[in-house]
């Protein structure tokens, strides 16, 4: 079963606030590009975890937290591609270079005629 933020935590609304909290030092410049990305991977891997119980619960969240940070540290949001958004854009085929496909309806506006 995943582990779920305890009612104490609920209120903390930003990646400053979650590493203040931990008492997690970080670097202002790293939050600032990547905080939502931090956010969202230190929920994947809340979700991903086994509840460990109370006792262990703050060590464990710290834990994650930090590991969240410092995946971003370490590299950068195109890298981890944490969002939707950036998944599907990596897996996207890139057109060959210098080659664009115009349909011939976008051209005459459907009109098109055998001539």
Do not use: W
Request: avoid cysteine; glycine fraction near 4%.
């Amino acid at each position: 079963m995943p582990i779920v933020l305890p009612a104490d935590l609920r209120d903390l609304e930003t990646a400053e606030e979650f590493l203040d909290h931990f008492a997690i030092p970080y670097d202002p410049q790293v939050v600032r590009v990547s905080r939502l990305h931090i956010l969202q991977r230190f929920h994947d891997y809340l979700t991903q975890a086994d509840d460990t119980g109370e006792e262990g619960l703050p060590t464990a969240m710290r834990a994650l937290m930090l590991r969240a940070y410092e995946d971003f540290v370490r590299s950068d949001p195109l890298t981890e591609r944490v969002f939707k958004v950036l998944k599907e854009a990596h897996n996207k085929p890139a057109a060959p270079a210098g080659r664009v496909f115009v349909p011939l309806s976008a051209v005459d506006g459907g009109q098109a005629r055998d001539e």
